[in-house]
C-alpha cells in the first residue's frame, strides 16, 4: 500500500484547491445535555439561559436554534457559578481555583452568522480568607460584588475587571451591630440587591446575622439575628419584605423596616422532625396568590435521600422529586406579563422546565438539552433524507404522546434566527437504550428535538416488569410528583438495543436486542391490537456439543397488546442462542434482513415471514469458548496477549534498522558496509516495506466465530452477464462468505420462495476481523441505498464490468482508539457520543455545516438624566439646602464603598450657594463621564454667569493606609446687583472610587445627584453662556 502510494502521480494545486472546496473538517454543535452540570444562569432582558460544567464549559441558549459554546483553553477547573451582566451580552464564572472570568459573545462575521463566547478577561483572589463564597452583579451590572469566607465583600469593577480598593469590612459592618450580637458572624452567605432602591442589599452571614446595609450613607438600616444557620435570601416583589432560608429545614418572613421579629416563622413546611436544609428560596411575582419556591428541606428519616424542589401557591403545593441532585433552579419570568412563567431545574442529569401559568404547573417539551441518556444509550442509527410523508407521520404520532406537557410558546426565546426557513432535508436520529426504548430525534438543524418513543418491553413478559410501584410507594404528604425523564435503573438488562436500520423510503425499521430478539417495524396511523409471536430461528442446529451457559431468551406475550398508531410490529424473529445482535442489515426494496450475532448469521424474509438461511460459524476453538471450557483462564490468556504484542514490536523494530552495519534487508540485499553506504542505507531506509502477511494467533477467550458485518446487494457473482442478488458476511476471524439469492418478480414475490445457496467463500490470509464490505459499481461508487432508485432519489448503478469488493479489515485500519458509536450522513456529516449524555456533530463538508447561526441585540442601560432632573427639580424648589457632606460617585458608578472618615487638608472653602435648574442644564449638554454625586452646602443666590475654577488637595485617611483624593470645584457667581459664590466638592480615591466620609465634622445623610461633571476636571475654566 505504501509502495503504491509514493507512485502516484503528484498533486496539482488544482486538485488541491478542489479538496479544500468539497473537504474540510469542523466541529459543529453540540446536542443533548451537557455533562456534569455545576452552575446555572439567566438574563431577564437578553432571555438567555447558561449553564456552567465542572469541565470549565460554558453553553449559552436561547431560542431554538440560537446556542454558543465557550470554554477556558488553560484550563479544566470546574465552574462554581455564573452570574449573566444583564442586556450586555457577557456573563462572569466563577471557577473552583477561586478565579473570575469574564465572557463575551461575539458575531463571527457581519452577516448574522455564528455566534461564539469568548473568553475576555479574568482576576482571582489569593488568600486562605478569600476565598469566593457569592457573586452578586449590580442592577446595573457595572460591578460584582464578591462576598468572601473571610466576611468581607469586594468590588470588582467590569469595566476594567480588576478588583477596587474599596471593600465592604466584616468589622466595619459589625461597628453597627447591637452590641448584644457583636460575634463572629461568618463566612459571606447571601447578597441581595433591593429590588427597588438600588443603593441597598441585603448582607446574610453564615451564622444567621443579616444586615440591610446601606451603600450610600455606608450604615446598617436593618439588622436582623436568626438563630439558625443561614442558607439563602431573597426579596418579594413588593420590596417590603425578604424570605431567608435555614439549614434546620425551615424559612422565616422578616420585614424591611422592622428587624426586632420575623413577620412570619420560623415555618418549617416538612416538620416537625429534622429536616434537611433548603439550600434555596425564591418569592417571584405570581399571578395569582404569593408563589415560594424552594430546594430542599425534606424530613431527614423518611425522605433524605429525594432529590426535590417545593412549590407553593395557596392551597396549591407540589413537590418535584427529580432522580437526580438538583444543582440549582431560577424563574424564567414571562415577556408579556413579568411574572413567573417557568421554573427551570437544573440537575446533575438533566433539566426540567415546569409551566407555572398553567393549572397545575406541568412540564414542557424542551426543543433542545433533552435527557438522550434518560435510560443508557446503546446504539445509534442516523436515517438521512427521510421521505416527508414518512416524517410527518412520526411527528403526529409522536404529538399523541406529549399528553399532560404545556402548550404555552416556549419561554426562552432570546436571540434572532438568521433564518427561519425549514430544513432542505430531513434528518432522523434514533436512539437505542438499555431499558428497550427507541427514541426518534429530529436531527436536521441545530436544536435536537424529540419526535416519537416506541417501547419493546410491551411485547416480552418478564419478573422485572411485573410494574411499576414507585406511584404507590409514596403518601399523600410530601405531595411528591415525578419531574424529569431520567431513570438510571433498567428493569431487565435483556431488552437493551443492540442494532437498529431503518429504511428512509417505507419506513420499515428492524430493532434487534441483547437476547437474541430482532423487531420488524411499520409504521400504521390506526390503532392495533395483536398477540405477538416470533419465528424462531438456530444458529447451531448443526453443530453438536454446543452448550449455552448465560441468559434465557426473553418470553414472548401471550395475551392481546394495544399499539397506537406510530411504530407496530410485522414479525419478531428470536434466535438461538440468544446472544447479542452484532451485525444488522435491511433491504426494503426485496423484503430482506440479514443478522448475526456470536454464534453466525441469518436470512429473514419479511414478506413471507420464514427463515431463509441459518449458518453458523463456530470452530471447535470457539465451541470450546462459547461453553466457557476453554482450556486457560482469561488472566493467563491475557498474559499471553501481552507477550505476544511485545515480540511483535520487537520484531518490527529490529526490521526498522536496515541502515546499520550488519542488518539484512527486507529486500534480500546484502549490508551495506559501514563506510561510504551511509547516503545508499537512508535512501533504502525511506523506501516502502511490504510486510509479509502474518496469521494471527488466537488466545483461548478469542471469539472468532462472531460476525462483523453484512451486507445486502447486487453484483456479478454467479456470472458476467446477468447481476445477483447476494449476502456478504464478515467474521471476526477474516472469513467472508457471499451467498446468491434468488427472488422471484414482484407480482409473485409473497408467493414464491426464495432460494439462497452459497457462492463464495474468501479466508483472508492475516485473519483480521472484517470491519465493512461494500460493492462498487463499474464507476467505482457505492450501489445506492434500497429503494432510492425507484424513489428518484438516487442514480442507478453503472452496470458496467468490472464490479469491485471493497473489504476493510483490522489489519488494514490500526486504531489505538476509535469512536464506536460514529454515525455518519449522506452529506458529510457524523454524530457521535462526545459523553453518555451528549452528542457531537462534525462535518467533513466545505458545504454542508450546522451550526448555530443568529443575533443577540444587545439592551442598552436606562438613561440617568430624566432621575437627574427630577432631583435637581426638587432641590430647587425646596428653597433650602441642607447641611450635607459634599461626597460623590466616581467614574463608572462605583458602588459598595468602605467606611471612611477624611479629614480635609486643603485650601479648599465651603462657601453657601445654590444651582438652579439652567445651570444644571447647561452642564448636562457636554457631559462625557460617568454620573458624579455632589452637595451644596449653605444659603441661595442668583446667577447670570458662572466661572468654574478647580483646585485639589490630597487628604489621609485615618481608617485605611490608602490615599484619597479630595478635588474640590468652586463656582462663583456673578450679578449685577450683588456678588456670592458657592463650593462644591467632589470626593474621589486613587483608584476612581468613591470614599463617603464626614468634611468638617458633617456627617453624611443624603445627596442629591447632580451630573456628570466633565467640566469640574478641566484644566481651563469653563464659562457657561447665558440664557
Known amino acids: 500500500m505504501l509502495k503504491f502510494m509514493k507512485h502516484q502521480q503528484k498533486i496539482t494545486p488544482e486538485r488541491i484547491q478542489k479538496q479544500k472546496e468539497l473537504f474540510d473538517f469542523n466541529k459543529c454543535c453540540h446536542h443533548g445535555f451537557p455533562a456534569k452540570p455545576s452552575a446555572l444562569a439567566w438574563d431577564p432582558q437578553l432571555r438567555l439561559l447558561a449553564i456552567g460544567t465542572k469541565a470549565g464549559e460554558v453553553r449559552v441558549y436561547g431560542q431554538p436554534g440560537v446556542e454558543m459554546y465557550g470554554q477556558r483553553e488553560d484550563s479544566e477547573a470546574a465552574i462554581t457559578h455564573l452570574t449573566f451582566l444583564k442586556g450586555q451580552c457577557r456573563l462572569v464564572s466563577l471557577f473552583e481555583d477561586n478565579s473570575l472570568h469574564l465572557w463575551q459573545l461575539n458575531q463571527q462575521d457581519d452577516s448574522g452568522g455564528s455566534l461564539e463566547l469568548v473568553h475576555a478577561n479574568s482576576t482571582c483572589l489569593e488568600g486562605k480568607l478569600k476565598k469566593i463564597s457569592v457573586v452578586v452583579a449590580d442592577s446595573k451590572s457595572e460591578h460584582l460584588m464578591v462576598g468572601t469566607e473571610g466576611g468581607n465583600i469586594y468590588l470588582l469593577n467590569l469595566a476594567t475587571f480588576a478588583m477596587s480598593d474599596n471593600i465592604i469590612y466584616q468589622d466595619v459592618v459589625m461597628q453597627n451591630v447591637p452590641e448584644d450580637y457583636k460575634v463572629n458572624p461568618g463566612p459571606v452567605e447571601a447578597i441581595a440587591e433591593h429590588p427597588t432602591e438600588p443603593d441597598k442589599i441585603l448582607i446574610g452571614y453564615q451564622r444567621g446575622l443579616i444586615v440591610l446595609w446601606d451603600k450610600k450613607n455606608l450604615c446598617a438600616d436593618q439588622t436582623y439575628v436568626c438563630t439558625q444557620q443561614l442558607e439563602s435570601v431573597c426579596w418579594h416583589p413588593d420590596a417590603s419584605q425578604f424570605t431567608t432560608s435555614h439549614n434546620d429545614g425551615s424559612y422565616m418572613v422578616w420585614s424591611s423596616t422592622e428587624s426586632s421579629e420575623p413577620v412570619d416563622g420560623p415555618q418549617t413546611v416538612y416538620g416537625p422532625f429534622p429536616c434537611k436544609p433548603i439550600t434555596k428560596i425564591l418569592r417571584p411575582a405570581a399571578k395569582e396568590g404569593d408563589l415560594i419556591i424552594f430546594g430542599g428541606g425534606m424530613p431527614r428519616a423518611s425522605y433524605g435521600d429525594r432529590n426535590t424542589v417545593t412549590a407553593m401557591q395557596g392551597e396549591f403545593h407540589v413537590t418535584f422529586n427529580l432522580t437526580s441532585r438538583v444543582i440549582d433552579f431560577v424563574v424564567v419570568d414571562d415577556d408579556e406579563s413579568g411574572q413567573a412563567g417557568c ?19 406541568p412540564s414542557f417539551a424542551a426543543p433542545y438539552l433533552a435527557s438522550l441518556h434518560s435510560s443508557a444509550i446503546t446504539c445509534l442509527c442516523l436515517v438521512s433524507g427521510i421521505m416527508p410523508d414518512i416524517y410527518e407521520k412520526i411527528k403526529e404520532a409522536g404529538s399523541k404522546q406529549q399528553v399532560g406537557l404545556s402548550t404555552r410558546p416556549w419561554p426562552i426565546n432570546g436571540g434572532i434566527l438568521q433564518s427561519s426557513d425549514p430544513p432542505k432535508q430531513r434528518d432522523l436520529l434514533l436512539t437505542g437504550h438499555e431499558d428497550g426504548t427507541v427514541q426518534f430525534w429530529d436531527a436536521s438543524g441545530v436544536s435536537l428535538t424529540h419526535l416519537y418513543k416506541f417501547t419493546t418491553a410491551k411485547l416480552f413478559v418478564s419478573e422485572d416488569l411485573a410494574g411499576d410501584g414507585a406511584a404507590a410507594e409514596d403518601d399523600d404528604w410530601p405531595p411528591f410528583r415525578k419531574a424529569g425523564l431520567f431513570d438510571p435503573y433498567s428493569d431487565d438488562p435483556r431488552l437493551g438495543i443492540k442494532k437498529m436500520e431503518m429504511c428512509a ?41 454446543f452448550v449455552w451457559k448465560s441468559h434465557s431468551k426473553l418470553d414472548m406475550q401471550t395475551e392481546t397488546v394495544k399499539f397506537e398508531a406510530g411504530m407496530q410490529p410485522t414479525a419478531v424473529v428470536q434466535f438461538y442462542p440468544p446472544a447479542s445482535c452484532t451485525s444488522l442489515t435491511l433491504n426494503s426494496e426485496w423484503g430482506l434482513v440479514a443478522c448475526g450475532t456470536a454464534h453466525g448469521f441469518a436470512l429473514f424474509d419479511i414478506i413471507q415471514k420464514k427463515n431463509l438461511l441459518a449458518k453458523s460459524t463456530l470452530s471447535p476453538l470457539d465451541l470450546a469458548n462459547t461453553a466457557d471450557e476453554g482450556p486457560m483462564s482469561r488472566r493467563k490468556s491475557l498474559k499471553k496477549s501481552l507477550r505476544e504484542s511485545f515480540r511483535r514490536l520487537r520484531r518490527g523494530r529490529s526490521q526498522r534498522k536496515t541502515g546499520k552495519p550488519g542488518a539484512t534487508s527486507p529486500t534480500g540485499a546484502h549490508p551495506q558496509s559501514a563506510g561510504g553506504g551511509g547516503a545508499a542505507a537512508d535512501d533504502d531506509g525511506l523506501k516502502p516495506v511490504e510486510r509479509a502477511i502474518e496469521a494471527r494467533s488466537q488466545t483461548s477467550d478469542y471469539i472468532g466465530s462472531m460476525v462483523r458485518c453484512l451486507h445486502l446487494t447486487k453484483c456479478f457473482i454467479a456470472n458476467t452477464q446477468l447481476m445477483s442478488a447476494t449476502l456478504w458476511a464478515g467474521t471476526n476471524s477474516g472469513a467472508i462468505f457471499v451467498f446468491t439469492i434468488a427472488i422471484p418478480p414482484s407480482e409473485k414475490r409473497s408467493e414464491i420462495p426464495l432460494s439462497v445457496q452459497i457462492g463464495k467463500e474468501i479466508h483472508l490470509k492475516h485473519g483480521a476481523p472484517v470491519i465493512s464490505i461494500c460493492v462498487l459499481d463499474g464507476a467505482n461508487r457505492p450501489f445506492p441505498e434500497p429503494m432510492a432508485v425507484k424513489k428518484e432519489a438516487a442514480p442507478a448503478p453503472n452496470p458496467n464490468m468490472p464490479h469491485r469488493v471493497l473489504i476493510c479489515s483490522e489489519e488494514q485500519f490500526k486504531t489505538w482508539f476509535g469512536i464506536n458509536s460514529v454515525v455518519f450522513s449522506n ?23 450546522t451550526r448555530p447561526c443568529g443575533t443577540i441585540p444587545i439592551v442598552k442601560p436606562e438613561p440617568v438624566e430624566e432621575k437627574i432632573e427630577e432631583a435637581a427639580k426638587e432641590k430647587s424648589e425646596s428653597g433650602t439646602a441642607k447641611e450635607e457632606k459634599p461626597a460623590a460617585e466616581a467614574v463608572g458608578g462605583t458602588v459598595n464603598k468602605k467606611v471612611e472618615e477624611v479629614k480635609e487638608n486643603g485650601d479648599s472653602s465651603v462657601l453657601s450657594g445654590d444651582i438652579t435648574i439652567d445651570s444644571i442644564r447647561d452642564h448636562m449638554d457636554d457631559l462625557k463621564l460617568a454620573e458624579k454625586s455632589v452637595e451644596l452646602v449653605g444659603g441661595s443666590s442668583t446667577s447670570s454667569s458662572t466661572v468654574v475654577t478647580t483646585s485639589s488637595a490630597s487628604t489621609k485617611q485615618e481608617s485605611s493606609s490608602s490615599v484619597t483624593i479630595v478635588k474640590s470645584t468652586t463656582i462663583t457667581s456673578v450679578s449685577s446687583s450683588s456678588q456670592e459664590s458657592s463650593s462644591i466638592q467632589v470626593v474621589e480615591t486613587a483608584a476612581s472610587a468613591v470614599n463617603h466620609s464626614a468634611v468638617n465634622g458633617t456627617e453624611t445623610k443624603k445627596r442629591a445627584p447632580l451630573a456628570k461633571a466633565e467640566s469640574f476636571f478641566s484644566k481651563e475654566p469653563r464659562v457657561v453662556k447665558e440664557e
Open 343 to 361: 421554573l427551570v431545574v437544573l440537575a446533575e442529569e438533566e433539566v426540567v422546565f415546569i409551566d407555572l401559568m398553567t393549572e397545575e404547573w
Open 505 to 545: 423510503y417505507t419506513g420499515t425499521l428492524v430493532v434487534a436486542g441483547t437476547a437474541g430478539q430482532v423487531l420488524i417495524l411499520n409504521i400504521s396511523m390506526e390503532e392495533k391490537e395483536l398477540v405477538p409471536e416470533a419465528v424462531d430461528v438456530n444458529l447451531v442446529a448443526e453443530t453438536d456439543n
Open 827 to 849: 452529506r458529510g456529516e457524523a454524530l457521535y457520543m462526545m459523553s453518555p449524555c451528549e452528542l457531537q456533530r462534525v462535518s467533513l463538508s466545505a458545504r454542508h455545516i
